[in-house]
């Protein structure tokens, strides 16, 4: 069963930076991407960054130039570096991974099958 764990979430003032952590487990196959999506009070959880099996990015416009999202070579760490911090980046984050079945991946809930509990991020002014 495939596990994904957060860590590293934590409040920070507006401009400030924090780096999130997903431990993944489980995945009994080889190809598969990863994401962070990320979820505001009020609002919809809306994706923030995919890494692809080839380790191709793609980013939400809203954090082009600000998050970075990375992985290690065994694909089994996740990351998402966070720089100049906005109030509007708070929100619970989750890490996702791909499902069975291949096919393009998108930044989309739809392409994703495993999610992670979340860990909570808070900018303030």
């Known amino acids: 069963q495939v596990q994904l764990v957060e860590s590293g979430g934590g409040s920070v003032q507006a401009g400030g930076s924090l780096t999130l952590s997903c431990a993944v487990s489980?995945?009994?196959?080889?190809?598969?991407?990863l994401a962070w999506f990320r979820q505001a009070p009020g609002k919809e959880r809306e994706g923030v960054a995919l890494?692809?099996?080839?380790?191709?990015?793609t980013y939400a416009d809203s954090v082009k130039g600000r998050f970075t999202i990375s992985r290690d070579n065994s694909k089994t760490s996740l990351y998402l570096e966070m720089n100049s911090l906005k109030p509007e980046d708070t929100a619970m984050y989750y890490c996702?991974?791909?499902?069975?079945?291949?096919?393009?991946?998108?930044?989309?809930?739809?392409?994703?099958?495993?999610w992670g509990q979340g860990t909570q991020v808070t900018v303030s002014t």
């Open positions: 489980g995945y009994t196959y080889t190809f598969y991407s």
């Open positions: 996702a991974g791909e499902g069975p079945g291949g096919g393009q991946v998108q930044l989309e809930e739809v392409d994703f099958a495993y």
């Open positions: 890494i692809d099996n080839d380790g191709v990015t």
